[in-house]
Nanobody, 117 residues
Framework: QVQLVESGGGLVQPGGSLRLSCLAS????????MGWYRQAPGKQRELVAV?????TTKYADSVKGRFTISRDIATVFLQMNILEPEDTAIYYC?????????????WGQGTQVTVSS
């Protein structure tokens, strides 16, 4: 079992930056993929970025060049730069996938990111 706790969301103006963190605790959390997904009002949840235990990364096309995912032993980070109103969503941390970029079965509670002037 893996528990995920996110932090770092908030309100930011367009063009600004935020950094999300997700602390994983529990069994073998460093053996899994870790990633960030988001869900905007009226839309389906989508992948933002994922990082494997080896450090290989994958990004959604809409965030390439603006967002950076990284991890240490038990924490995954999402550095978000040049934020746009379209980035407004609830951001969820995910863990547990073992295949390349596979979504896991563990989810955090979500953190709200709002980009607005």
């Amino acid at each position: 079992q893996v528990q995920l706790v996110e932090s770092g969301g908030g309100l930011v103006q367009p063009g600004g930056s935020l950094r999300l963190s997700c602390l994983a605790s529990g069994s073998a959390s460093n053996a899994y993929n870790m990633g960030w997904y988001r869900q905007a009002p009226g839309k389906q949840r989508e992948l933002v970025a994922v990082i494997t235990k080896f450090g290989t990364t994958k990004y959604a096309d809409s965030v390439k060049g603006r967002f950076t995912i990284s991890r240490d032993i038990a924490t995954v980070f999402l550095q978000m730069n040049i934020l746009e109103p379209e980035d407004t969503a609830i951001y969820y941390c995910n863990a547990g996938g073992r295949l390349l970029f596979e979504e896991g079965r563990y989810w955090g509670q979500g953190t709200q990111v709002t980009v607005s002037s």
